[in-house]
């Protein structure tokens, strides 16, 4: 079950987080996968560590802001049967805190690296009758976050062009889902933890783990288990439909 044999699989932000996570999960299950990221050492290392294990991956290095950057990358894929639209950034902020430089930045690599990407790739899957778009949204969609203004804005945008496309592809063979996370631990919030915090590093962890019901932060392997789901063969009647994935946070917390 949830082979991905002979399927090409493009995974932006597949450099690190839980884009690393799926590439390398994918690749165990046999897809062909393309690496997207604007890192080229972070995703040499993830595509080092494929071949390592067996797994076949072709890293591509492009910024998904960049839409000429982005055609290129998917001309050379060809055949994307999967994309994975993981690539992502973060900001800390209310309405008031958020400059206008910094609201362009979200929208620039959150929604529009995310629009690039559809457009690049939507025409290649019309062509072939069966694909799969996954998009990483957020628990943000469904609830406030404290401080997470133009990063919630975002994630909005993501939810509904997963609907969007859902519904205008439907009958061209081509599914789109999306999952909306709760915090996981990744390299990001370690290093907002180390920036913002020094000195109180695993206090701060903790504090950020516990504010979840479960009391841990998701890991990215979890995450990408739900993905490999989604774009497997045996989620074909999923279409149009988000999956929180949050240790109960929007339903449990109060």
Do not use: W
Request: proline share 3%.
């Amino acid at each position: 079950m949830f082979s991905l044999q002979n399927k090409n699989a493009a995974i932006t932000g597949a450099g690190s987080g839980i884009g690393k996570a799926i590439a390398e999960l994918f690749a165990s299950q046999s897809a062909h996968v393309h690496l997207i990221d604007l890192n080229e050492d972070h995703a040499n290392q993830v595509a080092e560590t494929i071949s390592e294990n067996g797994g076949k991956a072709t890293v591509h290095i492009g910024d998904v802001s960049d839409q000429q950057q982005v055609l290129k990358i998917f001309q050379r894929i060809k055949t994307p049967d999967i994309l994975v639209n993981s690539a992502g950034i973060s900001h800390v902020g209310n309405v008031e805190r958020t400059t206008e430089q910094e609201f362009d930045k979200i929208y620039k690599v959150n929604v529009k690296g995310v629009y690039n990407c559809l457009y690049a790739a939507v025409p290649l899957m019309k062509d072939m009758h069966k694909a799969v778009i996954l998009n990483i949204a957020s628990v943000a969609n469904h609830i406030g976050l404290a401080d997470r203004f133009a990063y919630s804005m975002s994630k909005g945008a993501v939810y509904t062009m997963t609907l969007s496309v859902a519904r205008d592809y439907i009958l061209e063979g081509i599914r789109c889902n999306s999952i909306s996370p709760a915090r996981v631990h990744t390299p990001f919030v370690d290093g907002f933890i180390a920036k913002n915090y020094p000195g109180k590093e695993k206090e701060m962890f903790e504090k950020l783990s516990k504010s979840q019901p479960m009391g841990r932060m998701a890991k990215p392997i979890e995450i990408a288990h739900l993905a490999l789901y989604l774009c497997s063969d045996e989620s074909a009647f999923i279409t149009g439909t988000d999956y929180p994935i949050d240790g109960g946070s929007i339903k449990l917390s109060g």
